[in-house]
């Protein structure tokens, strides 16, 4: 009895001996899914304890729009511990449900429910094939980094879109420099300097997903042999210093020849009618009396320079000279003037000291009739003011032939001077004033232009009068030739 | 003086040529405004669903830690877009066709309009909690970004209509017929877990208009790395 009593305890105490061991299994615990392109997708569990007896795990999963419960497709793919759902059983923007079963022969153990959608979980894989190359410029090297993208991910269709990273650490550093890349898969990396190892690693992301890990380590050395080209620029920099000094000086040792050069001397203005030599030369005294007509005088006298008036010369017929030849002296008058439209300064002959010699000549009598070319005549007349602003006029009461005019006796304005203007088509013809009969009447001498000539005669002559139709140099003389050259129009004030 | 003028006419004449240069940009082809190609069109879109997906998506994960902070909530929920059938994975999209998925694309964007008003009107009324005045703007934010994608949506299918590329088959029904009305509208007021729910579907709903737009612009446009 007792025998078998002692066997029965034994046997219970070997029995419970072993049985401690040996228990159901452990709850285990879903970790993690993820999913490397967004097409498959893989998760891992972790077993609990498995009580001590051979335990097998069983994924289960129930699907959002998918009535039922399913098992885990494939358990190898992935590695121990792990559930591969391939493309057939993926579905993108649905909730899975995932639960593992572990079992053994006393019993089962469930995990908590493991909810997921794939949308949530993409990882990609660490992008392959970096590669470093150097290229060596004058200035400074700099890195080119290429690599590729996932081998599993598409990004042909457009299924996903790929955003790169890297980060670079020069030598032993701790420090990592990030750069973005968006989505190419090159990036040149400029701030390297020569002289030491650069380690770079690239990592991605797929939509809104997780970074990948970083690739593997890429290294490379920059080599310093750089550095010997210096001497040379610094050189040919020095050289080309010392050329543009000694450039510099040149230009300063001649810089007037430069300056004359790059800004050649631009012409005065010249007011019309204004001697600026004259008003230069002399004080305002001498303007006033430049423009100022004496009375004795023609006031046709001075640096009117540039004139282009011209002047009518008025009859010629003998039959009128004859009755009045002792007149024909004081029919003359003497001037100068430049028809001229340039500026000759130097020219000039008409000058103050001509006027004074012209002075006394003035016996003229009421009539001073100073002619030009074209179309006017001019009169002085015997005015008791002197001055120059009050210009009067005779207008031509008619022309009777070419070289016989009438004019009006009464006065047009209070000055002395009579205009008329020659008909059109008159051909531009000097003529000597053969007499001046009254005062309204010229006499002209019939003689072209060309016969004239200056003479020398009274050593008031200023200048050969040069027949050009448009810029006939006239000058004066007084002589009694019963000669009128043009005359400049007297201002007209 | 001279030279203040000078420059007061440069100016204006800078500015004037500018505005020659940067005409207006417009979809229909009017007058004195710069016509976008179809590929900036859909570059456009897609950033902007890029946008959406990822401010929705940001909100969604700050609303979960701060109301919600354990994780893994289990909740069946069903989205009031759930039926509208859409591809779920690539091969099925890939297999749809351009007119299929434009139409869905559509109505994925239609279905959402009013109800992110009313989430929007809703988190900002709840305005005890600092979170809800950032969760708000938020909500505003993505409520017109979507208003925005919209409009980008039809001008590129009217694009496609004309270019040939798109039969006119695609028509615009109206959101009503599709979209049942769903739960929440009737139950007046939003409460948080709606709005968790709310995030939660439109952060889905906006990666899969993302996802579907790609796929429109590669299969329609024919470059080689799209």
């Known amino acids: 009895m007792r025998r078998d009593l002692r066997g029965a305890l034994l046997l219970l105490l070997t029995a419970a001996v072993q049985s401690s061991s040996m228990s159901a299994p452990g709850k285990p615990v879903l970790l993690s899914c993820r999913s490397p392109e967004k097409e498959t997708f893989t998760c891992w569990w972790e077993p609990g304890s498995d009580g001590g007896l051979p335990t097998t795990h069983h994924l289960y999963y129930e699907r959002e729009r998918l009535e039922g419960t399913y ?176 450039a510099g000086l040149i230009l300063i040792a001649k810089r007037k020849s430069v300056k004359q050069w790059v800004l050649p001397p631009v012409p005065g203005p010249k007011i019309r009618g204004i001697n600026s030599q004259l008003l230069q030369s002399g004080g305002s005294d001498d303007v006033g009396n430049v423009l100022i007509i004496k009375q004795s005088f023609p006031p046709i006298y001075f640096v009117w320079e540039d004139q282009m008036e011209d002047y009518l010369i008025v009859t010629e017929n003998e039959d009128w000279l004859s009755s009045n030849s002792q007149k024909r002296k004081k029919s003359l008058i003497p001037a100068c003037f430049h028809f001229d439209s340039e500026i000759h300064s130097k020219e000039s002959p008409c000058h103050q000291n001509d006027w004074e010699k012209d002075e006394e000549i003035s016996q003229v009598d009421n009539n001073n009739k100073p002619f030009t070319n074209t179309g006017y005549v ?74 004239l000539s200056c003479k020398d005669e009274g050593n008031h ?31 007209l004030m | 003086m001279e030279k203040v003028l000078f420059a007061v006419l440069t100016l204006v004449y800078l500015e004037l040529s500018m505005r020659v240069v940067s005409a207006p940009i417009c979809s229909y ?101 600092d979170f809800n005045l950032y969760s708000s703007n938020k909500a505003l934010e993505i409520s017109d970004i979507l208003h925005e994608l919209k409009d980008g949506v039809t001008i590129i299918t009217e694009k496609m209509k004309l270019l040939g590329v798109l039969s006119n088959t695609v028509g615009y029904n109206s959101p009503e017929s599709l979209v049942p009305s769903s739960a929440f509208y009737t139950q007046g007021d939003l409460d948080s877990m709606d709005h968790h729910d709310l995030l939660y579907c439109f952060r889905r709903d906006s990666n899969k208009a993302k996802n579907y737009l790609r796929i429109l612009k590669c299969t329609t446009l024919p470059e080689p790395d799209c």
């Open chain 1, 461 to 491: 002559y200023t200048d050969c009068a040069l027949h050009k139709p448009r810029k006939p140099h006239v000058c004066t003389e007084l002589s009694d030739s019963g000669y009128v050259d043009t005359i400049p129009a007297p201002p």
């Open chain 1, 71 to 246: 098992e885990c497709p494939d358990y190898l793919s992935a590695g121990r511990n792990s559930c591969f759902f391939d493309k057939n059983h993926t579905s993108i923007w649905v909730d899975y449900y995932l639960t593992v079963m572990a079992s053994n022969a006393l019993g089962n153990a469930t995990s908590d429910p493991f909810k997921m959608d794939v949308m949530e979980i993409v990882k990609p894989d660490a992008p392959g094939n970096v590669t470093l190359r150097v290229e060596e410029r004058e200035a400074s090297p700099c890195l080119h980094v290429r690599w590729m993208p996932p081998s599993n991910t598409d990004t042909k269709s457009g299924w996903v879109t790929i955003k790169y990273e890297l980060r670079v650490k020069k030598d032993n550093s701790n420090n990592w420099k990030e750069y973005t890349s968006g989505t190419q898969t090159h990036f040149s990396l400029y701030s390297v300097s020569p002289g030491g190892v650069y380690t770079v690693q690239v990592r991605c992301l797929l939509d809104h997903g997780s970074w990948s890990e970083w690739s593997n380590t890429t290294f490379v050395k920059i080599s310093n042999y750089l550095q010997n080209e210096r001497p040379l620029s610094m050189l040919i920099s020095i050289l080309s210093a010392i050329l543009f000094i000694m």
């Open chain 2, 29 to 129: 082809g009017q007058a004195g405004c710069h016509v976008p190609s179809l590929a900036d069109l859909f570059e456009r879109v897609i950033q902007q669903s890029s946008r959406m997906h990822s401010v929705s998506s940001d909100l969604h994960s700050d609303f979960e830690q701060y109301f919600f902070p354990r994780k893994n909530l289990i909740g069946k929920r069903k989205c009031h877009t759930y039926d509208i059938l859409t591809p779920e994975d690539k091969e099925n999209a890939q297999r749809l066709g351009r007119e299929q998925l434009t139409e869905v694309i559509v109505r994925l964007l239609q279905a959402w309009g009013e109800p992110l008003s009313e989430l929007y009107q809703s988190m900002s009324q709840d305005q005890n909690q």
């Open chain 1, 378 to 451: 001019d009169f002085q007349r015997n005015v008791e003011n002197v001055d120059v602003k009050h210009v009067d006029y005779s207008r031509v009461k008619e022309v009777k032939s070419d070289n016989i005019i009438f004019l009006e006796k009464e006065k047009v304005q209070s000055s002395g001077y009579i205009h008329f203007q020659r008909q059109e088509g008159i051909p531009e013809d000097y003529s000597r004033v053969k007499e001046v009969e009254s005062d309204h009447l010229v006499v002209l001498q019939k003689q072209n232009a060309a016969d």
